[in-house]
T-cell receptor, first 112, second 114 residues
Framework: QKEVEQDPGPLSVPEGAIVSLNCTYS??????FMWYRQYSRKGPELLMY????GNKEDGRFTAQVDKSSKYISLFIRDSQPSDSATYLC????????????FGAGTRLFVKA | KAGVTQTPRYLIKTRGQQVTLSCSPI?????VSWYQQTPGQGLQFLFE???????NKGNFPGRFSGRQFSNSRSEMNVSTLELGDSALYLC?????????????FGDGTRLSIL
């Protein structure tokens, strides 16, 4: 079993839809949770960064962490074609470095 | 503020050759990590450097090595290249331990082995 599990998709939605991206993790020591967005031929770009449980909102993006169920989510409201990318979840017991474990990434297509 | 810069962006090599990839972290960042990204395996950790010292290493053979310079710039080297080494190699930097700041990635070097 991988420490961070993520459905690779692809996930296809119409423009304007609410997108829900999810990951599960197995290591109870994970304290930090990240979402990265990766466009084709580019490196991962940090979208959201949260510590412990709870919600964090940034514009159209909301990250949610439920440590009791070891479940992390990213919601995208009013999705746009420019949101089409691969979304990677990541978890770590500390900040940065080698103990950051990445999910496989979910490929998202937003159709105009 | 400039982001993480990786050079070259693309590289084509043949089996048996060696290659050196370069990474310049965000100004002020002292920790540099390297990852290999492939469609089948996703992002896999190679190693992490902080203040010129390798702090951690992933599960890769000794053909993969790296170093960090006093200005925090880092290089990784792969010797005796194999077809399976074809991948996107990503460098990520962060301020360092205890700063509660996540990693930021460069756009990677795409290495193709013929």
């Amino acid at each position: 079993q991988k420490e961070v599990e993520q459905d690779p998709g692809p996930l296809s939605v119409p423009e304007g839809a609410i997108v829900s991206l999810n990951c599960t993790y197995s290591n109870s020591a994970f304290q930090y949770f990240m979402w990265y967005r990766q466009y084709s031929r580019k490196g991962p770009e940090l979208l959201m960064y949260t510590y412990s449980s709870g919600n964090k909102e940034d514009g159209r993006f909301t990250a949610q962490v439920d440590k009791s169920s070891k479940y992390i989510s990213l919601f995208i409201r009013d999705s746009q074609p420019s949101d089409s990318a691969t979304y990677l979840c990541a978890s770590s017991p500390n900040t940065g470095g080698f103990k950051t474990i990445f999910g496989a990434g979910t490929r998202l297509f937003v159709k105009a | 503020k400039a982001g993480v810069t990786q050079t070259p962006r693309y590289l084509i090599k043949t089996r048996g050759q060696q290659v050196t990839l370069s990474c310049s972290p965000i100004s002020g960042h002292r920790s540099v990590s390297w990852y290999q990204q492939t469609p089948g395996q996703g992002l896999q950790f190679l190693f992490e450097y902080f203040s010129e010292t390798q702090r951690n290493k992933g599960n890769f053979p000794g053909r993969f090595s790296g170093r960090q310079f006093s200005n925090s710039r880092s290089e990784m080297n792969v010797s005796t290249l194999e077809l399976g080494d074809s991948a996107l190699y990503l460098c990520a930097s962060s301020p360092g331990t205890g700063t509660n700041q996540p990693q930021h990635f460069g756009d990677g070097t795409r290495l193709s082995i013929l």
